[in-house]
Nanobody
Framework: QAQLYESGGGLVQAGGSLRLSCRFS????????MYWYRQFPQSERDLVAT???????NYADSVKGRFTISRDNAKSTVYLQMNSLKPEDTAVYYC???????????WGQGTQVTVSS
């Protein structure tokens, strides 16, 4: 079993930066693919970025060049550095973990990011 604890959301002006953190509590972080999703009001969650245990990354086209996902395996934490933020990035951001050995996924509670124009 694992739990995810997110932090770092908040209010920022357009063009600003935020860094989200997601701490993984439990065993198996080294076998876990980590994801950041975001959810707009009355919409489904959209995948923003992915990072493998070996730190291979993928990004949604809408955030490429602006967002960077990274992980610190020693701290069991994944980060999402968000630069050049736009009002359309306003959403609730969720962290997800998928343990490919156990075939289980876990979600964080979500953190609100609001970008003002």
């Amino acid at each position: 079993q694992a739990q995810l604890y997110e932090s770092g959301g908040g209010l920022v002006q357009a063009g600003g930066s935020l860094r989200l953190s997601c701490r993984f509590s439990g065993s198996g972080f080294g076998h876990t693919v980590m994801y950041w999703y975001r959810q707009f009001p009355q919409s489904e969650r959209d995948l923003v970025a992915t990072i493998s245990p070996g730190s291979s990354t993928n990004y949604a086209d809408s955030v490429k060049g602006r967002f960077t996902i990274s992980r610190d395996n020693a701290k069991s934490t994944v980060y999402l550095q968000m630069n050049s933020l736009k009002p359309e990035d306003t959403a609730v951001y969720y962290c997800k973990a998928f343990n490919f050995e156990l075939r289980r996924e876990y979600w964080g509670q979500g953190t609100q990011v609001t970008v003002s124009s």
